[in-house]
């Protein structure tokens, strides 16, 4: 399946019971836009809000038939492209928000430490002060007229993700796109916890993936493993081009990411980072003087 130019705020049914409205914040991060999912009928789950936009509120509540509402908020996670509708959306509704916890739940200990010692959140943008109303756990289920949404804590893309099943179908926010890889980066991205949840996603007897950016993804299993390999080959590259003379992220990431436009090149040293964090823990790589953005790495 493949988004054709779709257009921000037009209500589409993707199924019975299912219907998508496209945030207007298209960027390279972002591909067209925030998918927002309306599930259900006459009381509806929305998942994923997206980000601030008073456009966007308005096309979410237009796309309501008369007599319904909304009666639950669900957030994937904190990031600043699916979260701060939310509290605006609550208050217009009287829904509660659904989602993990705030911006710092389920991080590991490692990502708190380096968090600790001053190391901030990438380009995506974090809502540093998202609360849910109910924090929902791995697992735990929610249910209303006729819908039933299903928790799954998917850490990886960040600390609080959760991805939601609903009957043979899963949201899976930014864990698993439509249109790119996943971007990590830490300390709120984790790459060792992104490979479990990816992994426990692709064992899923899933129909079809409705991700938070791009189109939705009809062969389930074959993009969770795609997504898995690709993993798998970056760090195969920057394993070769460690040594025991070291070398930065800067350097690993120019080489790495050669064919990259400039302005990527962020993100994609944020990518390099989580590798050789991944690396480190697994005793692939060390990390001179410690374990930090700036340290020079080496082959273990």
């Known amino acids: 399946m493949a988004d054709s130019d ?6 589409e049914w993707l199924e019975p019971g299912l219907r998508r409205v496209l945030a207007p914040n298209p960027s390279p991060m972002t591909y067209h836009g925030t998918n927002t999912y309306l599930v259900g009928d006459g009381a509806v789950a929305v998942i994923d809000p997206g980000p601030a936009s008073r456009s966007h509120m308005a096309a979410i509540l237009d796309a309501l038939a008369p007599g319904e509402r909304v009666s639950h908020i669900f957030v ?36 708190e430490d380096l ?13 540093a002060d998202f609360s849910p109303h109910e924090r ?5 289920i929610v249910e209303a007229n006729g819908w039933a949404l ?4 998917t850490p990886g893309h960040f600390g609080n993700h959760l991805a939601f099943a609903w009957r043979d179908v899963v949201f899976t ?21 992104f490979m479990a949840s990816t992994e426990a996603l692709a064992d899923r007897n899933t129909r079809i993936f409705y991700p938070g950016h791009g189109a939705p993804v009809p062969d389930p299993s074959a993009r969770a493993n795609w997504l898995l390999d690709h993993r798998r ?10 040594s025991t003379q070291g070398i930065t992220i800067a350097a690993l990431t ?16 944020r990518n390099v980072f989580a590798h050789l964090i991944d690396m480190v823990q697994r005793k692939l790589a060390c990390a001179d003087p410690h374990l930090a953005a700036d340290a020079r790495y080496y082959r273990a």
Do not use: N
């Open 6 to 11: 779709p257009v921000p705020g037009a209500v």
């Open 76 to 111: 994937t996670h904190s990031h600043l492209d699916h979260s701060p509708l939310a509290g605006p959306l609550a208050e217009a509704t009287g829904a509660a928000i659904h989602a993990f916890g705030d911006s710092r739940a389920g991080r590991s200990a490692v990502m």
């Open 115 to 127: 968090a600790r010692a001053g190391l901030s959140g990438g380009v995506e943008g974090v809502d």
């Open 136 to 140: 929902l756990r791995d697992g735990t």
């Open 150 to 153: 299903q928790a799954l804590w």
């Open 173 to 193: 926010g930014d864990q698993i796109l439509g249109w790119a890889s996943t971007m990590i980066s830490p300390p709120d991205g984790d790459l060792g916890a």
């Open 233 to 242: 080959r970056r760090e195969a590259e920057i394993a070769d081009r460690l």
């Open 254 to 269: 120019c080489d790495v990411y050669a064919d990259i436009p400039a302005a990527l090149l962020p993100a994609a040293k």
